[in-house]
């Protein structure tokens, strides 16, 4: 008797596929159907409004693809750049950096090239083609001579106190460079900077 009953409440909410909402299954099914009896069921609405009707959702962010304590991960300065305690500075190249966990970054860059004005952003950072390499997006439209569009092959780590990397720089006028550069850690944030990053 139970059984019949339960199985007729389902047939109610039996929609036919070119009409199929699985927000709209989960709604009805989560309020009509009650008792011991119809446990299955309940089971069954809870693993369909999982997979589509809020359950939580694989992150479009490719950051987190990355394993923790490489690239990026293995040189942050911080959970903030407003908290950062730590900064990093290449003497050879005249470049700085400070990374946050929250995927904000600062850099600056005391001319490259033939230039020699000094470039400096507050931006995002995210995961590269590899896990140990982080990407730097392009102002739009780019007004400068030059970018700082990447940190390729990170080797080393803000506990060991230094790392080696190659530095991307885009000059408008002649294309993309990657010069090698070796970090040391600077305590304090980047001078000259102020973000609530």
């Keep these: ?68 304590n490489t690239g990026g991960y293995a040189i942050l300065n911080g959970s903030t750049l407003s908290g950062a305690t730590s900064h990093w500075e290449s003497a050879e190249c005249k470049v700085k950096l400070e990374l946050a966990s929250n995927y904000w970054m600062i850099y600056s860059v005391d001319g490259v090239g033939s230039s020699t004005a000094t470039v400096g952003a507050v931006t995002q950072w995210s995961v590269g083609s590899t896990d140990k390499d982080v990407a730097v997006p392009l102002p739009d439209p780019p007004m400068f001579a030059y970018y700082l569009t990447g940190i390729t ?26 010069y090698p550069c070796a970090f040391v850690l600077q305590s304090g944030p980047i001078p000259g900077f102020s973000t609530s990053h």
């Excluded at 009953?5 to 009409?19: A, D, E, G, H, Y």
């Design 1 to 68: 008797m139970h059984y019949r009953r339960v199985i007729t409440r389902v047939r109610r909410w039996v929609v036919p596929r070119s009409q199929y909402n699985i927000a709209a299954v989960c709604r009805p099914l989560r309020t009509r159907v009650s008792g011991c009896n119809s446990l299955p069921i309940i089971v069954f609405v809870a693993a369909l409004c999982l997979g589509g009707c809020g359950g939580t959702p694989e992150s479009s962010n490719t950051n987190l693809r990355t394993a923790p």
């Design 153 to 178: 092959s990170i080797d080393g780590s803000t506990s060991s106190g230094s790392f080696k990397a190659g530095v991307k720089i885009l000059e408008t006028a002649s294309g993309t460079q990657v």
